[in-house]
């Protein structure tokens, strides 16, 4: 079993930038995916982007198409996010699959803690 840690939460204005850092330790070989999910108070949690570590391929929600960019470097996964909104206010959190898993936060086989990301007009 694997344990991931984000980092690189914080406070912004609108329209800036943060770059959120998902580092994977443990038995990750079989890690097929990494997803980057938030939830905000009162909100269900939703995936935001995902990336297949193997192929690098990714996949963005449309709410942050555009805006947000995941890549993958080592044993890391970063989360770009840039023209933040206040809407994209939430505790974000890293997750890994073994199997190619999407944007709904089921088939994820373990979570990081989270990170908070508090965007203010």
């Known amino acids: 079993q694997g344990q991931l840690m984000e980092s690189g939460g914080g406070s912004v204005q609108a329209g800036g930038s943060l770059r959120l850092s998902c580092a994977a330790s443990?038995?990750?070989?079989?890690?097929?995916?990494v997803g980057w999910f938030r939830q905000a108070p009162g909100r269900e949690r939703e995936g935001v982007a995902r990336?297949?570590?193997?192929?690098?391929t990714t996949s963005y929600a449309g709410s942050v198409k555009g805006r947000f960019t995941i890549s993958q470097a080592k044993n890391t996964v970063y989360l770009q996010m840039d023209t933040l909104k206040p809407e994209d206010t939430a505790t974000y959190y890293c997750?890994?699959?073994?199997?190619?898993?999407?944007?709904?936060?089921?088939?994820?086989?373990?979570w990081g803690q989270g990170t908070q990301v508090i965007v203010s007009d």
């Open positions: 990336i297949y570590t193997r192929t690098d």
């Open positions: 997750a890994a699959s073994n199997v190619y898993a999407d944007l709904q936060p089921v088939n994820w086989d373990y």
């Open positions: 443990g038995n990750t070989g079989n890690i097929n995916a």
